[in-house]
């Protein structure tokens, strides 16, 4: 490295120390594939010489000087392998209790950290505050009494109760809703599901989480105002969306769609499965339904149809299976509990990808341009595999439907080469953008720490709910139309009430002449 260079690259230091933000990221939630996502978005927080202040269960192992933890872990077991492999609606009310009963505990365990509470009775200046937006919305509190602007993130598309606080359109007959199948072509059946699932949804949220999260907030502070309205304070949310794979929607301008930055460049892999793969004459077919379902719960007859299938494709599987179980010869099957999913979606020779279709697996699919087969278990996958389908990227197979017929006709339509071809234009279209979606991520969080004192909300977030959907001008035409019908009834009835008094008026005439004569 020559002077200069060592001069520009000390003064590039310098500069990003003095113009680092001091920034807060507040993650309640205790689920790891949430974090994995956000996880990146805070390296690149950091690399720019930010400062940035990390509240959440994953504390870093070797943290930088810039990066510093406040550690919730072993507060609450964190979430991996718990599901099982099933879909019924049961199970999806079920787990809008767990999401409501888990904000309740999140926030309880936030405030309980003396280090947290510290923040606010030292008043630590942060220029800006990052919160999850999911299943609590207790970090708006502690937000609130930082006084510094918020910026909301994700790691999976809006939860029923986003669309009202940041003023997007919420229509079931063509938005995709988070815990249901149609996407944005729902049959009558499914809007009506999606209207009554929306309704449970918001109402448990409403009910058990947000309001124990304002009565915790009131056991330490006194002056929290409403989370809902601090929620419609937020001024940007970073929504891990992009429209190639979730399609067109109507997004007030704060809300920043930044799907994707959480996928890594793949790197090569090594050892037994390097060779599995490269050894692979007609390339790989790689499953795994994410880090939450596990593979080893599904039953026996379903497994069996699976193995049915394997043996009739030429290709090779790698499978993410949790038990020791031999299924089928090494060299038609790799199987293990964990496995390098982006190195192996990267790898040129994996042809196809089976799964449970979570937001990060999605996201790491289209990013390579893998084909799809797109099997939904639980929270917003319905909504994600219906996405797969519409974008091309892939094809849905519901768990009620699999069985060797149909896994098999899935695989098939994938690998034709004509669909890959498209799933390769799908992966184009997605990497096609004016600016990468980290470095878009990073712009907006900067942009609300460089203008505190801004509003961004849509008008439509604080519009009182009559008036958003017109019901007083409704309201006003109804009681106008009745109006004019009283109006013309009485005109009538007066009009037929003097008709039969000159009626009657020319009877009497009529008599009176006739006695005359």
């Known amino acids: 490295m020559n002077y200069h260079t060592k001069i520009i690259t000390l003064l590039f230091i310098l500069f990003n120390t003095v113009n680092g933000l001091n920034i807060l990221t507040i993650f309640p939630y205790h689920g790891k594939s949430h974090f994995f996502v956000f996880k990146v978005y805070i390296q690149e927080l950091v690399r720019r010489g930010h400062n940035v202040t990390v509240i959440s269960h994953f ?11 406040i550690s919730l872990a072993g507060s609450i077991e964190s979430i991996e392998d718990g599901q099982p492999f099933q879909r019924s609606f049961l199970i999806i009310l079920g787990v809008g ?8 505990e999140n926030c309880e365990v936030l405030l309980a950290k003396k280090d ?11 220029d800006v505050i990052v919160v999850e937006q999911f299943n609590s919305d207790c970090a708006l509190g502690i937000a609130y009494k930082l006084r510094a602007p918020v910026v909301g993130i994700t790691s999976h598309i809006l939860m029923p109760w986003h669309y009202s606080r940041f003023g997007i359109p919420n229509n079931p007959s063509f938005v995709s809703f988070h815990f249901s199948e149609g996407g944005t072509k729902p049959t009558f059946f499914q809007r009506i599901e999606r209207i009554v699932l929306d309704f449970y949804f918001k109402t448990v949220f409403y009910v058990i989480s947000q309001r124990n999260n304002q009565n ?5 502070y006194d002056d929290i ?3 809902e309205e601090l929620a419609r304070d937020i001024k940007f949310l970073l929504l891990y969306h992009n429209f190639i794979l979730t399609g067109s929607s109507i997004f007030p301008a704060n809300v920043i769609e930044v799907g994707g930055y959480h996928v890594k460049e793949a790197k090569p892999l090594t050892g037994d499965l390097l060779r599995f793969v490269e050894e692979s004459e007609h390339g790989v077919i790689y499953i795994s339904f994410g880090s939450v379902i596990k593979s080893s719960t599904m039953p026996a007859d379903k497994v069996k149809d699976v193995l049915d299938v394997m043996s009739h494709l030429p290709q090779r599987f790698i499978w993410k299976w949790e038990t020791k179980t031999i299924l089928m010869d090494k060299n038609k099957l790799y199987v293990s509990d964990w496995l390098p999913q982006i190195d192996i979606l990267g790898h040129p020779k994996t042809v196809a990808f089976w799964s449970h279709s979570g937001m990060g697996s999605t996201t790491e699919a289209i990013h390579f341009g893998v084909p799809m087969v797109a099997m939904p278990v639980v929270g917003d996958q319905p909504a994600n595999a219906a996405a797969v389908e519409e974008s091309g990227l892939g094809v849905q197979l519901q768990i009620r439907d699999l069985n060797k017929d149909n896994l098999l006709a899935a695989f098939k339509k994938v690998l034709d080469p004509k669909f890959r071809e498209n799933a390769k234009q799908v992966s184009k279209a997605w990497h096609d953008r ?8 990073v712009y907006w969080t900067e942009f609300a720490a460089r203008y505190p004192n801004f509003t961004f909300t849509a008008a439509a977030a604080k519009v009182p709910c009559y008036q958003y959907y017109n019901l007083d001008v409704v309201a006003t035409f109804i009681l106008l139309f009745l109006v004019l019908i009283y109006c013309s009834k009485r005109i009538l009835s007066l009009c037929c009430r003097k008709a039969q008094t000159q009626e009657q008026s020319n009877r009497s005439k009529n008599k009176k002449r006739t006695k005359r004569d």
């Open 97 to 104: 209790v767990y999401l409501a009963s888990s904000g309740k």
């Open 216 to 220: 915790e907030l009131a056991k330490y």
């Open 116 to 126: 947290v509470r510290d923040l606010i009775e030292r008043k630590q200046k942060f």
């Open 225 to 227: 105002p409403p989370l």
């Open 59 to 69: 504390p870093e192992a070797k943290p930088s000087k810039n990066y510093h933890d």
């Open 434 to 441: 004016p600016m990468s979606p980290l470095n878009s991520a």
